[in-house]
């Protein structure tokens, strides 16, 4: 069987904010994802106000795995998650996502994490991780960048 490849963004255009701060309720926000079965490519894309990049990149992540649990034709095939969010694949390559979810402690996004969980566990025995170098050469991870930058343009 031919290897899934999953390219996903998160993505927010924070409107004047000082660095560090919080996002503002009207920033634009988006994701995308891009899953790529060697023969088609499937894809998907979103908006949100006021949502933190974050947040939009596990958005993208569970939307693409959502996708994945519902189509037969995806399912049991290795599967590389292509991402360029430490803070997404830290977690799930790391362990610490298990212990997260032990812990219940508050952390940000964690009800997004807790939605993520069981796709990510169903998931596993066939996922491995890549990082990649955002806005670089990378055809997927462009590809998706682009489709959320669309999603955005269409609320200016």
């Known amino acids: 069987m031919n290897e899934i490849v999953i390219y ?13 701060q919080h996002v503002n309720a009207k ?23 006021g949502a933190t990049n974050n947040a939009m990149e596990l958005t993208a992540v569970g939307s693409a795995f959502r996708k994945i649990l519902s189509n ?10 292509v991402s360029d969010s430490h803070y997404v694949l830290d977690p799930m390559t790391k362990g610490w996502l298990h212990n997260w979810m032990k812990t219940k402690k508050e952390r940000p996004n964690l009800l997004l994490w807790q939605t993520l969980y069981p796709m990510y566990l169903e998931l596993n025995p066939y996922l491995s991780f890549k990082w990649v170098k955002g806005h670089l050469k990378t055809k997927g991870n462009l590809q998706v960048d682009h489709l959320l930058n669309q999603e955005m343009d269409k609320h200016l």
């Open 8 to 20: 996903t963004d998160g993505g927010n255009r924070n409107t004047g904010n000082k660095l560090g």
């Open 27 to 49: 920033d634009l926000s988006a994701w995308a994802y891009v899953i790529d079965d060697g023969s088609k490519q499937i894809s998907a894309s979103g908006f949100q106000l």
């Open 72 to 81: 037969s034709d995806l399912q049991r095939r290795p599967i590389t998650l």
